[in-house]
T-cell receptor, first 113, second 117 residues
């Protein structure tokens, strides 16, 4: 049974064309995370929501925004994708806090042309 | 400064060999948590273990074992009798309090393990 679902699995966009990635969860977890993972690198946290409270990492570019309309869904919006934004975007959830086990989705691989 | 160091970028072994993946961490916190995650070619990170800083007991789960040593700030992972299905990238991670009190996971750069038949 899928617990953290990401759509689409592959996304191609053009330079500067806004794109939205989606994540949903069936775990009813309070916390949802977005990570960026570039090729052969570690996942890097962009931001996370604790319930409705949004927590942005200091070095996350303004180009990246997120929405969490309800417990189950979270979106990553990239307003003006650049070539450097091509990466795998991973959504994860945890019950309460980051030290809890995090459950990851399969990721969305973003290509910017 | 890098907080989690996985010095081995890639390891290649033959099936049934034992293999140890190294992880060295750095933190000023007295309370912290260490993790190992597996990322198979499909891309989805899978949780393997969590260990808190007050529990230095080694852990064994099937063919997997972990050796936590605070004296050397290491949390190494051993796979016994490796199998082809163990081929993946393995990440060690540290949970620390970030600026503003917001906690987060910091990942090492990962070790790519290839198990050849």
């Amino acid at each position: 049974d899928a617990m953290v679902i990401q759509n689409p699995r592959y996304q191609v966009t053009q330079f500067g064309k806004p794109v939205t990635l989606s994540c949903s969860q069936t775990l009813n977890h309070n916390v949802m995370y977005w990570y960026q993972q570039k090729s052969s690198q570690a996942p890097k946290l962009l931001f996370h929501y604790y319930d409705k409270d949004f927590n942005n990492e200091a070095d996350t570019p303004d180009n990246f925004q997120s929405r969490r309309p309800n417990t189950s869904f979270c979106f990553l919006d990239i307003r003006s994708p650049g070539l450097g934004d091509a990466a795998m975007y991973l959504c994860a959830t945890s019950r309460e806090i980051p030290r809890d086990e995090q459950f990851f989705g399969p990721g969305t691989r973003l290509t910017v042309l | 400064a890098q907080k989690v160091t996985q010095a081995q970028t890639e390891i290649s072994v033959v099936e049934k060999e034992d293999v140890t993946l190294d992880c060295v961490y750095e933190t000023r916190d007295t309370t912290y948590y260490l993790f190992w995650y597996k990322q198979p070619p499909s891309g989805e990170l899978v949780f393997l273990i969590r260990r808190n800083s007050f529990d230095e007991q080694n852990e064994i789960s099937g063919r997997y074992s972990w050796n936590f040593q605070k004296s050397t700030s290491s949390f190494n992972f051993t796979i016994t009798a490796s199998q082809v299905v163990d081929s993946a990238v393995y990440f060690c991670a540290l949970s620390e309090a970030a600026q503003g009190g917001s906690e987060k996971l910091v990942f090492g750069k990962g070790t790519k393990l290839t198990v050849n038949p």
